[in-house]
């Protein structure tokens, strides 16, 4: 058999079996979808439904007081009543089951330019056991089609930033700019990512002698898309509050994440619960309870309530907590450690619902196994991703996009204390379990294994700093809790 043939074989069964896999993880998340029918909305599921509602009854796309969220998710769902009426919700959650595809591919590709076939479908099979991922494709967040932009976005710079001499790398950039502002009108926490996001491509020019103002020209273009994208967004900011502006949920965050009193999203809908029914509600570690300084107790500062243009009163809210954090650095500090231990906890939305009784008996009598199903996946796709890229990851361009992912995403957790934070940095975590699980640890060089070693002591002391409020939550999961009308 001549080379071309056997090369050509080798291809056609990846490819089959990356179509196997894609397809298992349709029907797992198809079978989560049946059973956790119907299921009821939660928190901003009831305010994104809320704001479809406007959009279809009035045209009018108002504002959640507090928060401003970009337009393409509640446009969505408008689009789902138009379609299927009073089962426009189901639509939705249906087109967000077969939109994970996108998620599953773009792990795989990632994985496979990265490394290699096997190193690719081993990802693929993670991805579908992923069972806290898997749960949000029926869950009314923007998560799901956030990511199934973001991830193929991923996987088009990592290519043109691999082979930044190839025929297509600038239709990649723009591909990657395209979906990159699509998925900002869903989710804007990539606003500032994406720029980032072309600094190691940027590098990886310069090292090859590129001079620096065809840099500048490659980068530019895509930078360009991406105003352009967001652009209309902005403009209509600007007409209705005087502002042009995108991020709508950083004031609020800034706010909440460095004022005095340490919020755990996760916990809140349970403690609630705990509270109505006269039993003790999950804390944090005692010094983020009693915080103190030498001026006694931290107290909050209020928020700018009298600031009655929405946009202002995020950036009078930023402003109040950044300046709580000037003045208080001790707090800061505390707060920040507390806040990544709520971010990486092995819990997630998933154990949450099922604490509280949000699905059906159907899904509800496997609630012992789901819990721990969620919380093996969660715990070992954190500590065998992060061993596996620090063991594993070629020095390479992608190298440095997954430390400026990462850092952007741990950044932001650190303001919101919310186990949803770190969604988007699960299939690079995926990907670094791949390849530890395929390729081992034997032959590292030093600075390699001290890597390994910083990167688990840190995850297990941000799990021991965070252990009372996980080990109540998983208790109250396996035992579970009548949510209260």
Not at 103 to 115: E, N, V
Not at 222 to 228: I, Q
Not at 337 to 359: C, E, I, N, W
Not at 383 to 412: D, E, K, N, V, W
Request: hydrophobic share 50%; charged share 15%; glycine share 8%.
């Amino acid at each position: 058999m001549k080379a071309t043939d056997r090369t050509s074989n080798s291809a056609t069964g990846f490819q089959h079996k990356l179509l196997g896999i894609l397809l298992l993880g349709l029907l797992l998340r198809f079978a989560l979808l049946l059973l956790a029918m119907p299921v009821e909305l939660q928190s901003d599921e009831a305010n994104y439904v809320f704001l479809a509602l406007g959009l279809e009854r009035f045209g009018i796309y108002f504002d959640c007081y507090r928060y401003l969220w970009p337009p393409l998710y509640p446009g969505f769902l408008r689009l789902c009543f138009f379609l299927a009426d009073e089962q426009g919700l189901l639509l939705a959650r249906v087109i967000q089951v077969l939109s994970t595809v996108s998620i599953g591919w773009s792990c795989m590709a990632i994985a496979r330019r990265l490394f290699n076939d096997r190193i690719a479908l081993v990802t693929g099979v993670l991805w579908v056991l992923h069972l806290p991922l898997a749960s949000y494709s029926h869950l009314l967040w923007s998560e799901s089609l956030s990511l199934a932009l973001w991830g193929p976005a991923l996987a088009l710079l990592i290519a043109a930033s691999h082979d930044p001499g190839h025929p297509a790398r600038g239709l990649r950039l723009l591909g990657y700019a395209l979906l990159a502002g699509i998925s900002v009108h869903l989710k804007e926490s990539n606003l500032y990512l994406t720029p980032l996001l072309l600094l190691p491509l940027a590098w990886t020019l310069r090292c090859q002698g590129t001079k620096p103002v065809e840099i500048l020209r490659v980068v530019s273009l895509p930078l360009l898309l991406f105003t352009l994208v967001i652009l209309p967004w902005s403009l209509r900011n600007l007409e209705v509050y005087g502002r042009l502006t995108v991020a709508s949920t950083l004031g609020e965050n800034v706010y909440n994440g460095l004022n005095a009193t340490h919020r755990n999203f996760d916990l809140i809908p349970v403690n609630t619960t705990l509270q109505r029914q006269g039993l003790p509600i999950l804390k944090v570690r005692e010094p983020m309870r009693g915080a103190s300084s030498t001026h006694g107790n931290l107290i909050s500062w209020p928020r700018a309530e009298e600031e009655l243009n929405l946009p202002l009163r995020l950036d009078a809210n930023r402003r109040r907590g950044l300046e709580f954090a000037q003045a208080h650095p001790g707090w800061f500090f505390k707060a920040r450690m507390q806040k990544l231990s709520d971010l990486v906890a092995p819990v997630s939305f998933l154990t949450r619902h099922l604490t509280l009784g949000h699905y059906p008996s159907s899904l509800a009598q496997f609630r012992v196994p789901l819990v721990l199903w969620s919380l093996a996946a969660a715990a070992l796709t954190l500590l065998l991703g992060i061993i596996g890229l620090a063991a594993r990851m070629p020095a390479s361009p992608a190298a440095g996009i997954f430390a400026l992912q990462g850092a952007y995403y741990l950044a932001t957790g650190s303001l919101v204390a919310m186990s949803r934070f770190r969604l988007p940095l699960v299939p690079i975590l995926l990907i670094g379990c791949a390849s530890l699980i395929c390729l081992g640890l034997r032959g590292l060089s030093l600075p390699r294994r001290a890597l390994c070693v910083a990167g688990t002591l840190s995850l297990l002391a941000l799990w021991v700093l965070g252990s009372p409020t996980t080990l109540g939550l998983l208790r109250a999961a396996l035992g579970g809790l009548e949510a209260s009308p």
